[in-house]
């Protein structure tokens, strides 16, 4: 599973016992892969500063958490025909997600601990928000340069009567330059090929003989071409709509068509141009966005910690990867009953959803009698 529990419960002699409990429980259940998540010791300050700090380091972990994931999708996005290899893009410090997060080590020297946390917190904030910028413009330009190319391809790829003509038609179909004669273009229907044969130098008059030509063809019908003199045009139309020929508005225009193309060959080049730059950015800043969301993981369960357990610091933060999400409420019920001693209050609400504690908001979504943080590794789902 892609899912992590970070808990944490106090340091004391009968606290590690209770994680030792927990340990042989989850293992002879086949429950979860249970390490040690070890957090240095940080600049305490003072309780009211550190109330602050648990509701900012809330706000930046989701925001984390999002920028990980729009950080992601646009991976998959760049990808393209490539998305197989999304994960393998994906790294952390040039390691898997999983590897990662089960073998983390405080960033000393991009996160020094002799700081303030309140430092500590601001220079991941700070770094966070210049990704998230430079994220936006880097996918913004990106995204335009897709999508004009995407446009323009859809326009070769519909039918005949709403596709691009440039790239099917060349010179050699028109009667240029000419005063008096002027060349269509027709779509016909495939069953009705041998009628157009028949008929089209006697729709109107003054239409060149044997002039016709298929020129292209999709799963409904040609494109043919005809030639006649202007000043019958508006009576070949209306009598070839009779027939259920369709006349496709289209004038042959050189210095148009190749800018049509010039332009397809630009945009193809800008966007090849652009692929490689930008999915090496990608992989390099979501590898810095991740794990700076991993270390504020760490200073959650730091912060939360001590406003639950008080002071000195003292406790014990473990990672849990449950093995399966079906062994997810067996997991949940072993916690809850090996530190249900460190709220027994709270703890015999888990036992009993329907209980009200005066001042207390507690449900068994959101509410442990240990500190408990969740990790889902699942970014693309």
Same mark, same amino acid.
């Given at each position: 599973?892609?899912?992590?529990?970070?808990?944490?419960?106090?340091?004391?002699?009968?606290?590690?016992?209770?994680?030792?409990?927990? =340990?042989?429980?989850?293992?002879?259940?086949?429950?979860?892969?249970?390490?040690?998540?070890?957090?240095?010791?940080?600049?305490?300050?003072?309780?009211?500063?550190?109330?602050?700090?648990?509701?900012?380091?809330?706000?930046?972990?989701?925001?984390?958490?999002?920028?990980?994931?729009?950080?992601?999708?646009?991976?998959?996005?760049?990808? #393209?025909?490539?998305?197989?290899?999304?994960?393998?893009?994906?790294?952390?410090?040039?390691?898997?997600?999983?590897?990662?997060?089960?073998?983390?080590?405080?960033?000393?020297?991009?996160?020094?601990?002799?700081?303030?946390?309140?430092?500590?917190?601001?220079?991941?904030?700070?770094?966070?928000?210049?990704?998230?910028?430079?994220?936006?413009?880097?996918?913004?330009?990106?995204?335009? %340069?897709?999508?004009?190319?995407? =446009?323009?391809?859809?326009?070769?790829?519909?039918?005949?009567?709403?596709?691009?003509?440039?790239? $099917?038609?060349?010179? #050699?179909?028109?009667? %240029?330059?000419?005063?008096?004669?002027?060349?269509?273009?027709?779509?016909?229907?495939?069953?009705?090929?041998?009628?157009?044969?028949?008929?089209?130098?006697?729709?109107?008059?003054?239409?060149?003989?044997?002039?016709?030509?298929?020129?292209?063809?999709?799963?409904?019908?040609?494109?043919?071409?005809?030639?006649?003199?202007?000043?019958?045009?508006?009576?070949?139309?209306?009598?070839?709509?009779?027939?259920?020929?369709?006349?496709?508005?289209?004038?042959?225009? #050189?210095?148009?068509?190749?800018?049509?193309?010039?332009?397809?060959?630009?945009?193809?080049?800008?966007?090849?141009?652009?692929?490689?730059?930008?999915?090496?950015?990608?992989?390099?800043?979501?590898?810095?966005?991740? $794990?700076?969301? $991993?270390? $504020?993981?760490?200073?959650?369960?730091?912060?939360?910690?001590?406003?639950?357990?008080?002071?000195?610091?003292?406790?014990?933060?473990?990672?849990?990867?449950?093995?399966?999400?079906?062994?997810?409420?067996?997991?949940?019920?072993?916690?809850?009953?090996?530190?249900?001693?460190?709220?027994?209050?709270?703890?015999?609400?888990?036992?009993?959803?329907?209980?009200?504690?005066?001042?207390?908001?507690?449900?068994?979504?959101?509410?442990?009698?240990?500190?408990?943080?969740?990790?889902?590794?699942?970014?693309?789902?």
């Amino acid at each position: 599973m892609s899912e992590f529990w970070l808990i944490s419960a106090p340091g004391d002699k009968e606290n590690l016992q209770a994680l030792e409990r927990m =340990n042989t429980v989850t293992s002879k259940s086949n429950l979860s892969y249970n390490t040690k998540f070890v957090i240095p010791d940080f600049k305490v300050g003072t309780l009211d500063s550190l109330v602050g700090l648990s509701d900012e380091l809330g706000k930046l972990d989701s925001f984390a958490e999002s920028l990980i994931k729009r950080m992601a999708q646009s991976v998959l996005e760049v990808l #393209e025909d490539s998305k197989g290899k999304v994960q393998e893009n994906l790294l952390a410090n040039g390691v898997d997600l999983t590897s990662f997060v089960t073998h983390f080590e405080w960033d000393m020297a991009k996160y020094p601990v002799k700081q303030p946390l309140a430092g500590v917190v601001d220079t991941l904030a700070k770094q966070l928000a210049q990704i998230e910028t430079d994220l936006k413009s880097r996918t913004a330009a990106y995204s335009t %340069l897709k999508a004009t190319l995407e =446009n323009l391809e859809k326009k070769s790829m519909g039918n005949l009567f709403t596709r691009t003509l440039s790239d $099917i038609v060349s010179k #050699e179909d028109f009667v %240029l330059d000419s005063e008096y004669l002027i060349t269509l273009l027709v779509i016909v229907p495939k069953p009705s090929y041998m009628q157009w044969q028949k008929t089209y130098e006697s729709l109107s008059d003054m239409v060149v003989p044997r002039s016709t030509k298929l020129i292209a063809e999709d799963g409904e019908g040609g494109l043919f071409t005809v030639t006649l003199f202007r000043k019958v045009i508006d009576d070949f139309k209306i009598k070839a709509k009779e027939n259920k020929f369709t006349v496709r508005e289209f004038y042959y225009d #050189e210095n148009e068509i190749k800018r049509e193309r010039d332009e397809m060959t630009r945009l193809l080049s800008d966007k090849k141009q652009q692929y490689g730059p930008l999915l090496r950015w990608l992989k390099v800043n979501f590898s810095e966005a991740f $794990i700076a969301w $991993i270390h $504020i993981k760490a200073l959650r369960v730091f912060v939360e910690s001590v406003l639950r357990y008080g002071l000195p610091v003292n406790f014990q933060a473990v990672l849990l990867q449950p093995h399966k999400k079906s062994a997810t409420k067996r997991l949940r019920e072993v916690l809850n009953s090996v530190f249900r001693h460190l709220d027994q209050v709270a703890a015999a609400s888990l036992l009993d959803a329907s209980v009200e504690i005066p001042g207390l908001q507690l449900s068994n979504q959101d509410y442990f009698p240990y500190v408990y943080f969740h990790i889902d590794l699942g970014l693309l789902d």
